[in-house]
Protein backbone atom coordinates (compact mmCIF):
# COMPACT_ATOMS: atom_id res chain seq x y z
CA UNK A 1 0.00 0.00 0.00
CA UNK A 2 1.00 3.44 -0.69
CA UNK A 3 2.44 5.63 2.38
CA UNK A 4 4.12 8.63 3.51
CA UNK A 5 6.78 8.64 6.17
CA UNK A 6 8.03 12.12 7.49
CA UNK A 7 10.65 11.57 9.67
CA UNK A 8 11.00 13.34 12.66
CA UNK A 9 7.58 14.60 14.66
CA UNK A 10 8.88 17.57 16.26
CA UNK A 11 11.64 19.98 14.75
CA UNK A 12 13.18 22.77 16.76
CA UNK A 13 15.03 25.70 14.79
CA UNK A 14 16.16 29.02 16.00
CA UNK A 15 14.77 31.98 14.35
CA UNK A 16 16.56 32.40 10.92
CA UNK A 17 18.01 29.11 10.76
CA UNK A 18 17.59 26.75 7.73
CA UNK A 19 14.30 24.94 7.93
CA UNK A 20 14.29 20.99 6.94
CA UNK A 21 11.11 18.81 6.90
CA UNK A 22 11.18 15.44 5.79
CA UNK A 23 9.08 13.25 3.26
CA UNK A 24 9.40 9.83 1.50
CA UNK A 25 6.81 8.40 -0.38
CA UNK A 26 6.51 4.39 -0.92
CA UNK A 27 5.36 3.73 -4.79
CA UNK A 28 6.87 2.82 -7.73
CA UNK A 29 4.74 5.25 -9.73
CA UNK A 30 6.14 8.74 -9.20
CA UNK A 31 3.06 10.42 -7.52
CA UNK A 32 1.38 13.72 -6.88
CA UNK A 33 2.97 14.92 -3.88
CA UNK A 34 2.12 17.95 -1.48
CA UNK A 35 2.94 19.75 1.96
CA UNK A 36 0.42 21.81 3.98
CA UNK A 37 0.70 23.36 6.68
CA UNK A 38 -2.18 23.57 9.75
CA UNK A 39 -2.49 26.17 12.41
CA UNK A 40 -3.86 25.29 15.79
CA UNK A 41 -7.46 24.87 15.16
CA UNK A 42 -7.63 25.45 11.72
CA UNK A 43 -8.21 23.43 8.74
CA UNK A 44 -5.49 23.14 6.07
CA UNK A 45 -3.05 25.18 3.80
CA UNK A 46 -1.78 24.35 0.76
CA UNK A 47 2.33 25.02 0.88
CA UNK A 48 3.32 23.78 -2.72
CA UNK A 49 2.78 20.53 -4.92
CA UNK A 50 4.35 18.99 -7.00
CA UNK A 51 2.56 17.26 -10.13
CA UNK A 52 5.04 15.96 -12.54
CA UNK A 53 6.31 19.27 -13.81
CA UNK A 54 9.36 21.26 -12.39
CA UNK A 55 11.36 18.66 -9.41
CA UNK A 56 12.17 22.17 -7.68
CA UNK A 57 8.97 23.08 -6.57
CA UNK A 58 8.67 26.83 -5.08
CA UNK A 59 5.39 27.17 -2.82
CA UNK A 60 4.26 30.39 -0.31
CA UNK A 61 5.63 31.97 2.53
CA UNK A 62 9.65 31.05 0.99
CA UNK A 63 9.35 27.33 1.02
CA UNK A 64 10.31 24.88 -1.61
CA UNK A 65 10.21 21.35 -2.21
CA UNK A 66 12.34 19.11 -4.31
CA UNK A 67 11.09 15.53 -5.91
CA UNK A 68 13.77 13.60 -5.91
CA UNK A 69 12.66 10.22 -7.65
CA UNK A 70 15.70 8.24 -6.64
CA UNK A 71 15.21 8.95 -3.18
CA UNK A 72 12.05 8.93 -3.34
CA UNK A 73 11.65 11.87 -1.12
CA UNK A 74 10.17 15.30 -1.04
CA UNK A 75 11.75 17.48 1.58
CA UNK A 76 10.19 20.77 2.22
CA UNK A 77 12.79 23.47 3.15
CA UNK A 78 12.86 27.19 3.74
CA UNK A 79 16.36 28.92 4.25
CA UNK A 80 15.10 31.10 7.38
CA UNK A 81 13.26 30.34 9.90
CA UNK A 82 10.10 33.24 11.13
CA UNK A 83 8.40 32.87 14.26
CA UNK A 84 4.93 32.84 12.15
CA UNK A 85 6.47 29.25 10.59
CA UNK A 86 5.57 27.69 14.06
CA UNK A 87 3.04 24.98 13.03
CA UNK A 88 1.99 21.82 11.82
CA UNK A 89 3.49 20.45 8.57
CA UNK A 90 2.35 17.39 6.41
CA UNK A 91 3.20 15.99 3.79
CA UNK A 92 0.71 14.08 1.93
CA UNK A 93 0.50 12.59 -1.47
CA UNK A 94 -1.63 11.18 -4.32
CA UNK A 95 -2.14 9.62 -7.57
CA UNK A 96 -5.04 11.32 -8.84
CA UNK A 97 -7.33 9.55 -11.29
CA UNK A 98 -11.06 8.52 -10.67
CA UNK A 99 -10.28 8.99 -6.93
CA UNK A 100 -8.10 11.91 -5.81
CA UNK A 101 -7.57 10.28 -2.48
CA UNK A 102 -5.09 12.03 -0.48
CA UNK A 103 -2.69 9.84 2.09
CA UNK A 104 -0.74 12.20 4.60
CA UNK A 105 1.83 11.37 6.72
CA UNK A 106 1.80 11.63 10.32
CA UNK A 107 2.99 15.53 10.36
CA UNK A 108 5.38 16.85 11.66
CA UNK A 109 5.41 19.72 14.59
CA UNK A 110 8.24 22.75 13.64
CA UNK A 111 8.72 24.91 16.72
CA UNK A 112 10.95 27.93 16.27
CA UNK A 113 13.05 29.81 18.81
CA UNK A 114 13.71 33.17 19.56
CA UNK B 1 -11.08 31.94 -4.66
CA UNK B 2 -11.41 28.29 -3.89
CA UNK B 3 -12.57 29.04 -0.07
CA UNK B 4 -14.49 25.95 1.65
CA UNK B 5 -16.96 27.01 4.41
CA UNK B 6 -17.73 24.82 7.40
CA UNK B 7 -20.45 24.88 9.71
CA UNK B 8 -20.28 25.31 12.51
CA UNK B 9 -16.62 25.81 13.45
CA UNK B 10 -17.37 24.28 17.29
CA UNK B 11 -20.08 22.05 18.82
CA UNK B 12 -20.33 20.49 21.92
CA UNK B 13 -23.49 17.62 22.24
CA UNK B 14 -24.72 14.89 24.70
CA UNK B 15 -24.10 11.21 24.41
CA UNK B 16 -26.93 9.75 21.95
CA UNK B 17 -27.62 13.05 20.14
CA UNK B 18 -27.09 13.39 16.52
CA UNK B 19 -24.80 16.51 15.13
CA UNK B 20 -24.76 17.88 11.48
CA UNK B 21 -21.57 19.25 10.11
CA UNK B 22 -22.21 21.44 6.69
CA UNK B 23 -19.40 21.59 4.05
CA UNK B 24 -19.87 24.17 1.25
CA UNK B 25 -17.74 25.05 -1.74
CA UNK B 26 -18.80 29.26 -1.60
CA UNK B 27 -16.97 30.28 -5.16
CA UNK B 28 -16.60 27.11 -7.38
CA UNK B 29 -18.23 23.60 -7.76
CA UNK B 30 -17.36 20.52 -6.13
CA UNK B 31 -18.26 17.27 -7.70
CA UNK B 32 -16.15 15.28 -5.10
CA UNK B 33 -15.98 16.59 -0.87
CA UNK B 34 -14.06 14.82 1.02
CA UNK B 35 -14.32 13.81 5.05
CA UNK B 36 -11.23 13.46 7.27
CA UNK B 37 -11.33 13.15 10.98
CA UNK B 38 -8.39 14.22 12.91
CA UNK B 39 -7.38 13.39 16.35
CA UNK B 40 -5.41 15.29 18.82
CA UNK B 41 -1.75 15.20 17.48
CA UNK B 42 -2.01 12.57 15.28
CA UNK B 43 -2.94 13.31 11.32
CA UNK B 44 -5.71 13.17 9.19
CA UNK B 45 -7.83 10.42 8.57
CA UNK B 46 -9.93 9.85 5.35
CA UNK B 47 -13.34 9.17 6.39
CA UNK B 48 -15.24 9.12 3.31
CA UNK B 49 -15.33 10.46 -0.70
CA UNK B 50 -18.50 12.46 -1.10
CA UNK B 51 -19.72 12.29 -4.67
CA UNK B 52 -22.72 15.00 -5.58
CA UNK B 53 -25.51 13.00 -6.83
CA UNK B 54 -24.37 9.21 -5.60
CA UNK B 55 -23.49 7.86 -2.62
CA UNK B 56 -20.70 8.24 -0.48
CA UNK B 57 -17.68 5.92 -0.68
CA UNK B 58 -16.56 5.37 2.92
CA UNK B 59 -12.83 3.93 4.25
CA UNK B 60 -12.56 0.59 5.54
CA UNK B 61 -13.29 0.53 9.12
CA UNK B 62 -15.83 3.98 9.39
CA UNK B 63 -18.99 2.88 9.94
CA UNK B 64 -21.40 4.56 7.07
CA UNK B 65 -24.73 4.16 9.68
CA UNK B 66 -22.88 6.14 11.89
CA UNK B 67 -21.39 9.06 9.95
CA UNK B 68 -24.01 9.54 7.72
CA UNK B 69 -22.84 12.12 3.92
CA UNK B 70 -25.30 13.41 1.97
CA UNK B 71 -24.04 15.63 -1.08
CA UNK B 72 -26.76 17.52 -2.20
CA UNK B 73 -25.63 20.21 -4.33
CA UNK B 74 -22.21 20.98 -6.13
CA UNK B 75 -21.65 23.21 -3.44
CA UNK B 76 -22.65 21.56 -0.27
CA UNK B 77 -22.23 18.45 1.48
CA UNK B 78 -22.65 17.39 4.93
CA UNK B 79 -21.54 14.82 7.94
CA UNK B 80 -23.75 13.93 10.35
CA UNK B 81 -22.84 11.83 13.19
CA UNK B 82 -26.02 9.48 14.32
CA UNK B 83 -26.29 8.74 18.31
CA UNK B 84 -22.95 10.49 18.96
CA UNK B 85 -20.77 9.36 21.94
CA UNK B 86 -17.46 10.35 23.79
CA UNK B 87 -15.11 8.71 21.39
CA UNK B 88 -16.86 10.37 18.58
CA UNK B 89 -15.26 13.45 20.02
CA UNK B 90 -12.77 14.87 17.41
CA UNK B 91 -11.62 17.37 14.85
CA UNK B 92 -13.47 16.99 11.41
CA UNK B 93 -12.29 18.38 8.72
CA UNK B 94 -13.97 18.89 4.87
CA UNK B 95 -11.90 19.08 1.17
CA UNK B 96 -13.50 19.88 -1.87
CA UNK B 97 -12.33 18.88 -5.41
CA UNK B 98 -13.66 21.08 -8.70
CA UNK B 99 -14.34 18.90 -11.45
CA UNK B 100 -12.08 18.39 -14.24
CA UNK B 101 -9.77 16.16 -15.66
CA UNK B 102 -6.53 13.91 -14.25
CA UNK B 103 -5.62 15.37 -11.21
CA UNK B 104 -7.55 17.86 -8.98
CA UNK B 105 -6.51 20.18 -6.27
CA UNK B 106 -8.31 19.88 -2.99
CA UNK B 107 -9.17 22.73 -1.19
CA UNK B 108 -9.63 22.53 2.81
CA UNK B 109 -12.52 23.69 5.49
CA UNK B 110 -11.21 25.53 8.42
CA UNK B 111 -12.55 21.77 10.51
CA UNK B 112 -15.24 21.47 13.22
CA UNK B 113 -14.33 20.79 16.42
CA UNK B 114 -17.27 18.10 18.13
CA UNK B 115 -16.89 17.16 21.36
CA UNK B 116 -19.57 14.65 22.94
CA UNK B 117 -20.15 14.58 26.78
Known amino acids: AQSVTQLGSHVSVSEGALVLLRCNYSSSVPPYLFWYVQYPNQGLQLLLKYTSAATLVKGINGFEAEFKKSETSFHLTKPSAHMSDAAEYFCAVSYGGATNKLIFGTGTLLAVQP | GAVVSQHPSRVICKSGTSVKIECRSL??????MFWYRQFPKKSLMLMAT?????????EQGVEKDKFLINHASLTLSTLTVTSAHPEDSSFYICSAEPPSGGYNEQFFGPGTRLTVL
Open chain 2, 27 to 32: DFQATT
Open chain 2, 50 to 58: SNEGSKATY
